[in-house]
Nanobody, 123 residues
Framework: QVQLVESGGGLAQAGGSLRLSCAAS????????ISWFRQAPGKEREFVSA????????YYADSAKGRFTISRDNAKNTVYLQMNSLKPEDTAVYYC????????????????WGQGTQVTVPS
């Protein structure tokens, strides 16, 4: 099993940047695919980005392409989401999720979740 803890959220101005971190416990972190999802008030949880176990393959939702970058440091058991050019519509709770089965773009594909970190971009 793996336990996930997100950090790095907060308040950012439109056009600004934040870097989210997802720290994992467990010695087999490198075996897991890691994704970021987000959930805005009143909306369903949606896929944002994902990386394979080596960090060599990355995937992005259309809303994140060109603005967000996912990366991982397996030596530190951490996955990052660098978010640039933030927009008010990026306001949400951001969650990282882990799976050993592969990368999916629906929450049901993931067995392990962090508690989430709030990102707020005022309009």
């Amino acid at each position: 099993q793996v336990q996930l803890v997100e950090s790095g959220g907060g308040l950012a101005q439109a056009g600004g940047s934040l870097r989210l971190s997802c720290a994992a416990s467990g010695r087999t972190f490198s075996n897991y695919y890691i994704s970021w999802f987000r959930q805005a008030p009143g909306k369903e949880r949606e896929f944002v980005s994902a990386t394979n176990w080596a960090g060599t393959n990355t995937y992005y939702a259309d809303s994140a392409k060109g603005r967000f970058t996912i990366s991982r440091d397996n030596a530190k058991n951490t996955v990052y989401l660098q978010m640039n050019s933030l927009k008010p519509e990026d306001t949400a709770v951001y969650y990282c999720a882990a799976s050993r089965q592969g990368i999916g773009r629906v929450p049901q594909s993931y067995a392990y979740w962090g508690q989430g970190t709030q990102v707020t971009v005022p309009s």
